[in-house]
C-alpha cells in the first residue's frame, strides 16, 4: 500500500508534523537504519533515517549553510576539514565552495545513505563526492578520530540527533566527553568543531546537554541558530575550540568568499541572538 502521509516526530510523540507524499522513491533497511526518500507537495524530496527527518530539498540549504559557512568563515586560513556523518553530501558541498580548502575527510558508518542521495538526491552534493579534496571513509567515526594524527581546522559533526524516550542511538557516542576530547586532540591550534544540535525552540534539552559536553572538554564554546522550517522551526549549533571564536559581526564572518542562498547580515545576526523561549 502506498505511502500517502507522513508523520514526521518533532519531539517524541509529543509533537509532529504530518506531510503528504506524493510517491516513495527508496527505502531500504541496512544494518544499522532504515533509509528513505520521499516525495512530497511542499518540502521536495526528503531523507529520513528511521523515520526521523534529516533534510529536505525545500530547506536543505538553510540548515547547511548555518552548520558549515559560519564556522568556516570565521577561520583564517582553513585547510583541513573532518566531516562525521553527512552522508547527505550538503556538508561537503558547502566545504568545497572555499579554494582555500585543500583535503576533505568525510566518515560515514553506513554507505547506503551516500549511495541513496547521489543516486535520488544528486542535488544535494552538487558533485561534491566527486572532488578531488574529498576523501570518504566508510567508518566508525568514534574509532576514526581515535586513530588520525594530522590536526584539522574545522571539524563538523553532522550526526543524526538523540531522540527524546529512545535508547541505543547510532550516533549516542558521538555526542560524549570521549569522543569530543578525541576530537580536541586532532583539531589545529586556531581550529573550530562545529555541530548541530536538534530543535532550539521544543528540544532545548539538546543544545543544553551538547554545551555542557563541550564545555567539560573544550575552554572555548559558544552557540547559534537557524531558521529550518522542515526540523520545526529553529535548528540549534554548538561550536567550540582551543581558543579559536566564531564570527561575531557579518563583516568578521567574511561572507563574500563564497556564494550563500540563506546566510545574510540580516540572518546571520539574528541567529546570534538567545531566542526568548528557548
Request: charged residues 25%.
Amino acid at each position: 500500500m502506498p505511502v500517502k502521509y507522513l508523520n514526521i516526530p518533532i519531539r517524541s510523540d509529543k509533537l509532529s508534523q504530518v506531510v503528504f507524499v506524493k510517491s516513495r522513491l527508496f527505502h531500504q533497511r541496512t544494518r544499522y537504519q532504515t533509509i528513505e526518500i520521499f516525495d512530497t507537495e511542499v518540502f521536495g524530496k526528503i531523507l529520513t533515517l528511521d523515520g526521523h527527518i534529516q533534510l529536505t530539498e525545500f530547506d536543505e540549504f538553510a540548515y547547511h549553510e548555518a552548520l558549515v559557512q559560519i564556522p568556516l568563515l570565521s577561520l583564517k586560513d582553513p585547510k583541513r576539514a573532518l566531516v562525521v556523518g553527512g552522508g547527505d553530501g550538503g556538508v561537503i558541498r558547502e566545504l568545497c565552495k572555499l579554494p582555500d580548502i585543500e583535503h576533505i575527510d568525510l566518515v560515514e558508518i553506513d554507505k547506503g545513505v551516500i549511495d541513496a542521495c547521489r543516486k535520488h538526491m544528486p542535488g544535494i552534493s552538487g558533485g561534491a563526492f566527486d572532488d578531488p579534496r574529498v576523501h570518504v571513509h566508510i567508518a566508525d567515526a568514534f574509532a576514526f578520530v581515535k586513530e588520525k594524527r594530522e590536526p584539522y581546522d574545522l571539524i563538523v559533526a553532522d550526526s543524526t540527533d538523540i531522540y527524546e524516550d529512545e535508547t541505543g542511538a547510532l550516533s549516542e557516542m558521538l555526542f560524549s566527553h570521549e569522543f569530543y576530547g578525541d576530537c580536541k586532540a586532532i583539531l589545529s591550534d586556531g581550529g573550530l568543531i562545529v555541530t548541530q544540535a536538534d530543535n532550539l525552540v521544543y528540544c532545548p534539552y539538546s543544545m543544553a546537554n551538547i554545551l555542557a559536553t563541550l564545555r567539560s572538554v573544550f575552554p572555548v564554546t559558544g552557540r547559534y541558530h537557524a531558521v529550518v522550517p522542515s526540523f520545526g522551526g529553529f535548528s540549534g549549533f554548538c561550536w567550540a575550540s582551543k581558543g579559536a571564536h566564531v564570527a561575531g559581526s557579518w563583516e568578521e564572518l567574511r561572507a563574500n568568499r563564497v556564494p550563500l542562498k540563506y546566510l545574510t547580515k540580516e540572518l546571520f545576526e539574528y541567529g546570534m541572538k538567545p531566542l526568548p523561549f528557548a
